[in-house]
């Protein structure tokens, strides 16, 4: 069984950035592949980046060019590098394992909690 913590949420205006992080414990971290997607209210569950166990990258086009995934291996923590945020980009931000990964919730096996981001305009 895999746990997955978040951190890194907060308050900031728009243009500012963020850094989201994501220590798991539990598991075989290096051969998990990692993704981050993010929940506004009332609204599905969105992609925004995925990362897999060879350091390949995908990102949502909404975000790409803004937004930057990475993996520490040693510190079995996914990281989520956020610059130029938008007030569209407030959300929940959830973290996830999966052995497939993917832009779909449905690669993943495991779920933190998720990180509060708010963006102002």
């Known amino acids: 069984q895999v746990q997955l913590v978040e951190s890194g949420g907060g308050l900031v205006q728009a243009g500012g950035l963020l850094r989201l992080s994501c220590a798991a414990s539990g598991g075989t971290f290096g051969s998990y592949s990692m993704g981050w997607f993010r929940q506004a209210p009332g609204k599905e569950r969105q992609f925004v980046a995925f990362i897999t166990w060879r350091d390949g990258t995908t990102y949502a086009d909404s975000v790409k060019g803004r937004f930057t995934i990475s993996r520490d291996n040693a510190k079995n923590t996914v990281y989520l590098q956020m610059n130029s945020l938008k007030p569209e980009d407030t959300a929940v931000y959830l973290c996830?394992?999966?052995?497939?990964?993917?832009?779909?919730?449905?690669?993943?096996?495991?779920w933190g909690q998720g990180t509060q981001v708010t963006v102002s305009s």
């Open positions: 996830a394992a999966g052995n497939f990964g993917g832009t779909s919730p449905q690669g993943y096996n495991y």
